[in-house]
Structures are given as structure tokens and as C-alpha cells.
């Protein structure tokens, strides 16, 4: 049936144009770098990066999860699709924030701890690409709303000039701030996508509102005060109890709801299996 073949591609073609740009996106500015500075400073770089790339399973095994409802409500009902992108958005500000905020914190240590003193100069790039993730974390829902909307087109398009805005800002950066400036090309170039990417969502769906956002962020800088305070002890049970109080503070503060904790039992087996894939 090439009728039905040809509707098919013309309607998968935005997400072959996506990949390709994804792989530009998050690949970029290591080829630049390598371009323009010493294989060194690649090194101090990527060792950074390749910590926050062992994180991006997370925003996909819950957009994964909630894919396919999404793309039912988006015929159906656009107020509860809104309602589960808000969600969704919530989620993953609330997984990331603590990790975004503990390893500014404890940079210097992971850095030692997984590759040596040798990379400590890795430990600026972890601190600024590490808030890259939260907003990585942040503007996954809005690709898969727009997905679901079968407004991919529309996603393709913002993908390519935030493609051309990193490739711009790293030719700007890298030559006087090295590896520095390509983490912070990257940092800028999320928050880009962040606002145009809000500003559209919010033009289809309406004004959006995470409520009660600022809960999590205030639970995130407590325990931020008390991973700092115990950088002296070891390592892993700072972790542990740093992650035990941060989730204490959002119980006390009712920052999570029933609807969100449903979304974590219900990723749990679908994060294992992105994580073997």
C-alpha cells in the first residue's frame, strides 16, 4: 500500500531529522573542543559530561511511561493533557534538583573518586553541566507533548536553532574559556530551548502551572546545607542520608502527590528496561 507507505514517512521524517540533531546536539562541542584545544582538556571535558549522559535514561524511561497516554489524551482531552505534561514536569524537576544540587556540592569528590586527581580540573565543567541536566530534565516533556500533538515539525524546527545557537555560542566561548565555555554554551543553549519551548506549550495547552514547585527547590537547598556540612564524613553515606532527607522534607511539605508517586512505581520497570537497552 504506498499511499499508506508515504503517509507514514511524511509523518516520520520530523523524527529522523530529530535524532540526527540530537547526536549534533550532545556530540558538538566535544568535536569543537577538539578542534581548538588540546586532547587534555577533551579529557577534562568529557569526563564530566559522560557523568551527566549516565543520567539522561531517566527523563526517557518516564516520558517512555507516559507516552502513550499522552498521545490518547491529546485527542481527547487537552485540559488533562495538560495536566499530566505539568506532572511529568514535576517529576523530573523533583529527581533533578538534589542531583543538580548535591553534586555541585560534591564535584570535587566524585571527580577524585571515579577518575583521580588527575581530572580535577573536571570538577568546574561537572558543576555547570550538571544544571544543563535539570533543565535537560525539564524540557523532555515538552518534546513528547508536542509529539503527541503531532506537532513534531514544530519540535524539529526549535531542535535545529537551538543546534545553530550551541554551535554558535561554542565557536564564541571555547577559544577564551576552553572546555568552561563549552559547558556553558551547553547550559545556555537548555535554558534557550527552556523558554521556547515553555512559550509554545503554553500557547497550545494554555497557561501552565506546576504548582507548588518551589517546595521541592526549597527541600533541594536544605538538604544542599546538609550534604555541605557533611562533606567531611565518607562519601556514599553522605549520599544516603543527604538523599533520605531531601525525600523526608518533600513528605513533610506534601511536595509530592499520589498522582506523582504513581509515576515513580510506574517507570520503575520501565527505567530497567531502558537501562539494559
Not at 506523582?260 to 530497567?272: A, C, H, Y
Request: net charge positive.
Amino acid at each position: 500500500d504506498l499511499d499508506f507507505w508515504w503517509q507514514i514517512i511524511k509523518e516520520a521524517y520530523p523524527f529522523i531529522i530529530l535524532t540526527i540533531l540530537s547526536i549534533v546536539y550532545f556530540k558538538v562541542d566535544t568535536v569543537m573542543l577538539s578542534k581548538m584545544k588540546a586532547n587534555e582538556v577533551v579529557g577534562w571535558y568529557n569526563a564530566s559530561y559522560k557523568l551527566i549522559e549516565a543520567l539522561f535514561f531517566i527523563p526517557a524511561a518516564i516520558m517512555t511511561a507516559l507516552f502513550p497516554v499522552m498521545s490518547r489524551l491529546a485527542h481527547g482531552s487537552i485540559l488533562e493533557l495538560k495536566r499530566v505534561y505539568t506532572l511529568a514536569v514535576r517529576v523530573l524537576l523533583i529527581i533533578a534538583l538534589p542531583i543538580a544540587v548535591g553534586s555541585t556540592i560534591l564535584a570535587r569528590e566524585i571527580i577524585t573518586l571515579i577518575y583521580g586527581s588527575a581530572y580535577l580540573p573536571s570538577v568546574i565543567a561537572l558543576q555547570i553541566l550538571i544544571w544543563s541536566l535539570v533543565l535537560t530534565f525539564a524540557n523532555s516533556p515538552y518534546g513528547h507533548t508536542l509529539y503527541s500533538l503531532g506537532k513534531q515539525k514544530i519540535t524539529a524546527a526549535l531542535s535545529l536553532v537551538a543546534v545553530c545557537l550551541n554551535i554558535g555560542l561554542n565557536f564564541l566561548l571555547i577559544p577564551q574559556f576552553s572546555y568552561i565555555g563549552a559547558g556553558f554554551a551547553t547550559l545556555l543553549s537548555e535554558a534557550f530551548a527552556f523558554v521556547i519551548f515553555y512559550m509554545v506549550i503554553a500557547n497550545l495547552l494554555g497557561e501552565l502551572n506546576f504548582g507548588g514547585i518551589y517546595r521541592p527547590i526549597f527541600a533541594a537547598l536544605v538538604m544542599g546545607c546538609f550534604t555541605y556540612l557533611m562533606r567531611p564524613y565518607d562519601l556514599f553515606m553522605n549520599i544516603l542520608f543527604s538523599a533520605s532527607l531531601y525525600f523526608l522534607l518533600l513528605w513533610t511539605f506534601k511536595a509530592i502527590s499520589r498522582q506523582e508517586l504513581e509515576i515513580f512505581r510506574q517507570v520503575k520497570d520501565v527505567g530497567t528496561l531502558t537501562s539494559f537497552e
